[in-house]
Antibody, heavy 123, light 109 residues
Framework: QVQLQESGPGLVKPSETLSLICTVS??????????WSWIRQPPGKGLEWIGH???????KYNPSLKSRVTMSVDTSPNQFSLKLSSVISVDTAVYYC???????????????WGQGTLVTVPS | SYVLTQPPSVSVAPGQTAGIPCGGN??????VHWYQQKPGQAPVLVVY???DRPSGIPERFSGSNSDNTATLTISRVEAGDEADYYC????????????FGGGTKLTVL
């Protein structure tokens, strides 16, 4: 059973960089056919896709966040990471990591999610 | 970019059938996936590829997709089905971006 676990600081100061790591167990980040993703959810609001990365290094980012987002994969400890620069209070959210996998029709869905971690950026 | 529209809330009595719509331009031409999220928990996939269920998801959960609306249907609604539900698509037209609907709060009366 694939499991994902987010880790990182729960409090980030405005203008600094938010850094999170997702540790994957029960599967390899080097497995083909998957993208490794970050999604966030501000308190009381809906889900927002941040972006995803393939182990080959291919990345796709939400255009609204693209200028501030960097994702990477580290195959040795089976992890992938998120960096979001120049954070402000509206970046306060629960951040989830998840695995995107392809259906038989060539579309992708999130089959596995981490439990989420709350990151607060004070105003 | 592609937009998915969901009503903020849907209410249903126990034992009845709930339908949660997800609107999008020609959404019937793509696959729609649905997630259930209970308070304080991560989302859980309940339907993928419009109408398929992952293992462990009750048959009460079903889906359909045609023209400009996809629908998640929950039959014989139980109190435990009360949650937020999100639709999601993989938008090939915008270079493989993921799009979520705004979410619908299902209230069991």
């Amino acid at each position: 059973q694939v499991q994902l676990q987010e880790s990182g600081p729960g409090l980030v100061k405005p203008s600094e960089t938010l850094s999170l790591i997702c540790t994957v167990s029960g599967g390899s980040v080097r497995s083909d056919g998957y993208y490794w993703s970050w999604i966030r959810q501000p308190p009381g609001k809906g889900l927002e896709w941040i972006g995803h990365i393939h182990y080959s290094g291919i990345t796709k980012y939400n255009p609204s966040l693209k200028s501030r987002v960097t994702m990477s994969v580290d195959t040795s400890p089976n992890q992938f990471s998120l960096k979001l620069s120049s954070v402000i209070s509206v970046d306060t959210a629960v951040y989830y990591c998840a695995r995107l996998q392809m259906t038989g029709y060539g579309f992708y869905y999130f089959a596995y999610w981490g439990q989420g971690t709350l990151v607060t950026v004070p105003s | 970019s592609y937009v998915l529209t969901q009503p903020p809330s849907v209410s249903v009595a126990p034992g009845q059938t709930a339908g949660i719509p997800c609107g999008g331009n020609n959404i019937g031409r793509t696959s729609v996936h649905w997630y259930q999220q209970k308070p304080g928990q991560a989302p859980v996939l309940v339907v993928y590829d419009d109408s398929d269920r992952p293992s462990g998801i009750p048959e009460r959960f079903s889906g359909s997709n045609s023209d400009n609306t996809a629908t998640l249907t929950i039959s014989r609604v139980e109190a435990g089905d009360e949650a937020d539900y999100y639709c999601q698509v993989w938008d090939r037209s915008s270079d493989h971006h993921v799009v979520f609907g705004g979410g619908t709060k299902l209230t069991v009366l």
